[in-house]
């Protein structure tokens, strides 16, 4: 499945969709993060919303204050059922955790999808129908293209 540097390529990415690596699993992302900090390449990691939840394995890597925000946030939900973490379904309290939680890992370059896991952005042929979505990810993309 790789639908980022597909989409890359149908969005005028074109110069992006050589340097997409994808991994199954976040759980590792310290580890190829780590790599390509040794050879000073910068890692940019996009990934799906159930990152920031409670039992994501993928925080324990984070930063100790986004480990412990996620952790305060306080929310399980895994990728089949990301609907957890969708803002209609938290509180204001959380929401506002959630959103310093996802600008927090903006800084250290994850960027985390909002609306659900890849497989809710992108069609069979990588196409995004929802303008909201697409929007977020040509978003992601401008930022990697102008660092």
């Not at 939840?53 to 089949?80: G, H, M, P, R, V």
């Not at 600008?103 to 995004?128: P, V």
Request: glycine residues 0%; contains cysteine; negative net charge.
């Amino acid at each position: 499945m790789d639908n980022y540097p597909i989409f890359s390529e149908l969005n005028w990415y074109s110069d992006l969709k050589s340097n997409f690596y994808f991994m199954w699993s976040c759980s590792a992302h310290h580890k190829f993060r780590d790599l390509c900090k040794y050879f000073w390449i910068i890692p940019y990691f996009i990934l799906d919303i159930d990152v920031i939840s409670k039992n994501s394995q993928a925080k324990w890597w984070f930063l100790l204050d986004i480990k412990n925000k996620i952790l305060e946030l306080n929310i399980e939900c895994s990728k089949k059922r990301p609907e957890d973490l969708l803002d209609e379904n938290l509180n204001s309290e959380q929401k506002i955790l959630k959103s310093e939680i996802i600008n927090n890992l903006k800084e250290e370059n994850y960027f985390i999808l909002s609306k659900w896991a890849f497989e809710q952005y992108f069609t069979w042929s990588w196409e995004i129908l929802d303008w909201v979505k697409k929007n977020e990810i040509i978003t992601f993309l401008d930022i990697i293209k102008n660092n």
